[in-house]
């Protein structure tokens, strides 16, 4: 829900999307358009190295490859576009309040924070999708139900992937076991999709991928968020321990995403307007259903939809947003790594 008469400057918090929320041209209506949005592509592409170029085509394609889902080119993407939309809102003077985000998103806005750097995690995103790439062939399957639902399913071959609403789940395996999968719950009534991925993320089908990531997370420095971070794999706000342990940051790729805890959590601590400030407005759908949404003590706005001009929907947040005084800028989460060091 937009922002209204009756709220005209609440407290932002910044909400970023994962595997899945990926689609043709995401956001690139604003590639060399806005200077900020611009300036942090083109650096995660001359980051990204040789893959650079391939990743700025693809992207940039009307027509993608087949490989566009892939782990190789959808997590990099995601990555990037999550953190450079962030900046552009970062860059209006907007101070979060706080910080959600959902698998790949959790990296962006854990950059965002402040936890660790963006050249660090441009350098952790290129490992990762080396070994997720050689996992076995696998997805995820979106799925209208609630945990009890699904209880019998689940086991050594179908995972629980994510907690997304109370009746909205993820669930995560090799394919042909989540196409029994699929094909059970079909026979039971209940709707379920494929997930745009094609490997089993947040299953521990990608374990040993995680294992081979380690060495590369323990490198990382690692700092306290520099304002409230809630995280979708605690489930609520990240304690100290856990933003400063490289395993945990590695982990979270094979472990269970509970966004709907970790978002109920955030809007119970702050009434705010939740952006997301990824591509797409899947979040913002599954934010709908909060009670202190639907109650309108929150609202929730996409920045860029997907469904409508990138330039036309963001002028129009920016209009909206009501920006913060200048000298409030040299302290708003980011500043200090603002050359991504």
């Known amino acids: 829900m937009p922002l209204t008469a009756q709220q005209p400057n609440p407290p932002v918090a910044l909400v970023f999307p994962g595997q899945g929320a990926q689609y043709p041209r995401m956001a690139a209506g ?26 700025r085509r693809e992207w940039l394609a009307e027509v993608p490859s087949a490989q566009y889902d892939d782990v190789t080119v959808a997590q990099p993407l995601l990555y990037a576009v999550n953190h450079a939309l962030g900046r552009m809102v970062l860059g209006w003077g907007v101070r979060p309040a706080a910080f959600l985000g959902h698998s790949v998103g ?7 924070a402040g936890i660790f750097g963006f050249n660090d995690g441009i350098r952790l995103m290129r490992e990762r999708v080396v070994h997720f790439a050689d996992t076995p062939p696998g997805g995820m399957l979106a799925v209208a139900a609630g945990t009890e639902d699904v209880a019998d399913l689940l086991g050594e071959e179908v995972h629980l992937a994510a907690v997304n ?15 029994r999968a699929a094909r059970e719950l079909a026979g039971r009534g209940v709707i379920c999709r494929r997930v745009l991925a094609r490997q089993a993320f947040h299953s ?3 374990d040993d991928a995680v294992r081979a990531t380690l060495h590369g997370f323990r490198t990382v420095p690692l700092r306290r968020p520099d304002v409230p971070f809630y995280s979708a794999g605690t489930g609520g706000p990240l304690p100290e321990k856990e933003a400063l342990d490289p395993d945990f940051w590695a982990w979270q790729a094979a472990r269970t995403v509970y966004f709907a805890p ?13 952006l997301e400030a990824g591509p797409g407005d899947g979040l913002s759908r599954l934010a709908r259903r909060q009670p202190r949404v639907t109650a309108r003590r929150s609202f929730v706005q996409p920045l860029v939809p997907g469904d409508r ?9 920016r209009r909206r947003l009501t920006l913060v005084a200048a000298g409030d800028r040299h302290d708003r989460p980011g500043h200090r790594h603002s050359r991504g060091d």
């Open 309 to 317: 001009d990138d330039r036309e929907a963001v002028d129009e947040v």
């Open 165 to 179: 609403a109370a009746r909205q789940l993820l669930l995560a395996g090799e394919r042909e076991p989540l196409d």
């Open 106 to 112: 959790e990296f962006a806005a854990a950059t965002l």
């Open 30 to 55: 604003l590639y060399e358009h806005d200077s900020t949005f611009t300036f942090w592509m083109d650096e995660a592409f001359r980051l990204l190295g040789q893959d650079g170029p391939r990743l």
């Open 204 to 206: 521990p089908a990608v």
């Open 262 to 274: 970790a978002l109920t959590a955030l809007l119970a601590a702050h009434d705010c307007l939740l």
